[in-house]
């Protein structure tokens, strides 16, 4: 049989109030409208669950019984309820992002400062991959949505245009790159940069991908590949070569034995995208949170 929610609430205030009149009252139900909901569910259940005098109410053996579930049915009916109103006014809820390590550390921490510092109650899982890893979490959904450097338009995910960035040379104070200007035009640009040795991030990197298409076919002097562009930062201002990396990560080259140069090349420049699924719609705290993304993306130099 299917037992309404307006039978359990009855039965319990009958079980609470020992009184036909005063249930129905705490119930808003004229008496007969609430002894006909009392009546549909012993005649549903099969069983009598109240013995019944002119002075006296009273739950029956399989009342007792029955009293136990319908206080654990109310609570949960009450516990999911108070968390979808919860989840629609964003006192609760989890979202699920990953974006590039450049993002993570230096523009998100400020933007998820102030959604949190509005939204407290919603959690928040970041993965700061690069951009392949990010487009494999949002299609397996161990993400809602990433940002990453990679066009992933398919059947199920949809990709859109975020922010662009740019990249700069960066090079200890006292390197001759430091104290002249490029040669003009992309060729000699090149030219100059790529007679210098490089400390380069690895293959796998978007912005090592970047770089080799900007470079090409101009061969370029690596003295090492790492994966961290703290490690870069201590290797360039060791004096063992010069890097070039994005304008987002410029937070890591604030130093004084270091200097940092706009580059202008053709090509040269980063475009991230918004990848989410196709197929599903954000929950209302990832809805929340992708549009104060929008709203604070980042403006590249």
Do not use: K
């Not at 919603?122 to 700061?128: M, Q, Y």
């Not at 989410?276 to 954000?282: I, P, V």
């Amino acid at each position: 049989m299917n037992i309404s929610s307006r039978q359990i609430d009855a039965f319990l205030a009958l079980a609470a109030q020992r009184s036909f009149t005063r249930a129905a009252a705490q119930c808003h139900l004229s008496q007969p409208a609430f002894s006909a909901l009392i009546r549909a569910l012993e005649d549903g259940l099969g069983l009598r669950l109240f013995d019944r005098s002119t002075r006296h109410v009273g739950l029956t053996a399989e009342g007792e019984n029955f009293h136990a579930s319908a206080l654990r049915i109310r609570a949960e009916v009450d516990a999911a309820l108070a968390a979808m109103r919860d989840a629609a006014t964003l006192r609760r809820g989890r979202v699920a992002i990953a974006l590039l390590p450049s993002l993570a550390a230096g523009w998100l921490p400020g933007v998820l400062a102030g959604f949190h510092a509005r939204h407290p109650g919603v959690e928040l899982d970041i993965a700061d991959v690069l951009s392949e890893p990010c487009i494999e979490r949002v299609a397996t959904g161990r993400a809602d949505f990433a940002l990453a450097a990679i066009r992933a338009d398919t059947p199920e995910l949809q990709a859109e245009p975020f922010c662009r960035d740019g990249f700069h040379l960066v090079c200890r104070t006292d390197h001759p790159l430091a104290a002249r200007p490029l040669p003009g035009g992309a060729p000699a640009s090149l030219r100059a940069l790529a007679q210098w040795p490089f400390i380069h991030l690895a293959r796998h990197s978007s912005v090592r991908q970047y770089l080799e298409a900007a470079f090409h076919p101009q061969a370029m002097r690596t003295v090492m590949e790492v994966e961290q562009l703290a490690t870069v930062t201590g290797m360039v201002r060791a004096g063992l070569g010069i890097s070039v990396v994005p304008t987002f990560t410029l937070f890591h080259f604030q130093h004084p034995d270091l200097a940092t140069r706009p580059l202008t090349l053709p090509g040269l420049t980063r475009q991230i995208y918004l990848v989410r699924r196709r197929d599903r719609n954000l929950s209302a705290a990832a809805q929340a949170l992708h549009a104060h993304v929008l709203r604070e993306r980042p403006r590249s130099d």
